[in-house]
T-cell receptor, first 112, second 119 residues
Framework: DAKTTQPTSMDCAEGRAANLPCNHS???????VYWYRQIHSQGPQYIIH???NNETNEMASLIITEDRKSSTLILPHATLRDTAVYYC?????????????FGTGTRLQVTL | GAVVSQHPSWVICKSGTSVKIECRSL??????MFWYRQFPKQSLMLMAT?????????EQGVEKDKFLINHASLTLSTLTVTSAHPEDSSFYIC???????????????FGEGSRLTVL
């Protein structure tokens, strides 16, 4: 898996949008960008993934730059329950392993 | 959505004993399961890849004789920590990969984790 770079921590006020950046400058053509989050003492939770087009689901939006070297996860209206560590991961969906390699992630703290 | 269940969610054992952790895919078949370990305030570290019906593939630095993995069916993988010591105390998390071709690319699902404390 290509490496990703994320800020160590971020704060966001409740109700505001949380924008979490991720750099993946060595991403290859067939690799997708995945976002997971981990709330304290729980297993990771899938959020969203994309290849090159922007994606949106009920949890978040994913904006991928045209050159695919970076992306931003957007939580449109952050709540206290969104406080977690957010992991940006790039991987190919094919192949025998398809394993996820986790970096250090961004610790998002949502405050009142 | 797909569910992966781990059992036990937490366990305390004495040093020198062995502990088994189960990972089950509840509503799908998983040819491949992954085992991770997470120490406090650290990221998840992949320990091994478990393939149904074959030997597990261990990551560099992980002792295969200490962390025994068995994937005997398409819905169950077990991790046994043998002769556990306090330094093995950690949060162990499994993930399961749905069989290829069975739908979306988000085919990796995670369990709730199992916290092991070795006294």
């Amino acid at each position: 898996d290509a490496k990703t770079t994320q800020p160590t921590s971020m704060d966001c006020a409740e109700g505001r949008a949380a924008n979490l950046p991720c750099n993946h400058s060595t991403i290859s053509g067939n690799e997708y960008v995945y976002w997971y989050r981990q709330i304290h003492s729980q297993g990771p939770q899938y959020i969203i993934h994309g290849l090159k087009n922007n994606e949106t689901n009920e949890m978040a939006s994913l904006i991928i730059t045209e050159d695919r070297k970076s992306s931003t996860l957007i939580l449109p209206h952050a709540t206290l329950r969104d406080t977690a560590v957010y992991y940006c991961i790039v991987r190919s969906p094919t192949g025998t392993a398809s394993k996820l390699t986790f970096g250090t992630g961004t610790r998002l703290q949502v405050t009142l | 959505g797909a569910v992966v269940s781990q059992h036990p969610s937490w366990v305390i054992c004495k040093s020198g004993t062995s502990v088994k952790i189960e990972c089950r895919s509840l509503d799908f078949q998983a040819t491949t399961m992954f085992w991770y370990r997470q120490f406090p305030k650290q990221s998840l570290m992949l320990m091994a890849t478990s393939n149904e019906g074959s030997k597990a593939t261990y990551e560099q630095g992980v002792e295969k004789d200490k962390f025994l993995i068995n994937h005997a069916s398409l819905t169950l993988s077990t991790l046994t920590v043998t002769s556990a010591h306090p330094e093995d105390s950690s949060f162990y998390i499994c993930s399961a990969r749905a069989n290829p071709g069975q739908g979306s690319l988000r085919e990796l699902f995670f369990g709730e984790g199992s916290r092991l404390t070795v006294l």
